[in-house]
């Protein structure tokens, strides 16, 4: 799985469904909504 979701990119965490999934994102300019274990599958490390 790709869909824009690249090494380094830029990742926003927009909502979550009310019961939990899916779960909306911000990458490169657009929404992209996702099953919560398609997003359970993306490493993410916070920058500060």
Avoid at 16 to 30: C, H, Q
Wanted: hydrophobic residues 45%.
């Amino acid at each position: 799985m790709e869909m824009g979701l690249l090494v380094g990119t830029k990742v926003e965490l927009v909502r979550f469904a009310p019961m939990g999934d899916p779960v909306e994102i911000k990458v490169r300019g657009y929404n992209l909504t996702l099953r919560k274990s398609e997003a359970e599958q993306i490493l993410v490390t916070v920058k500060s």
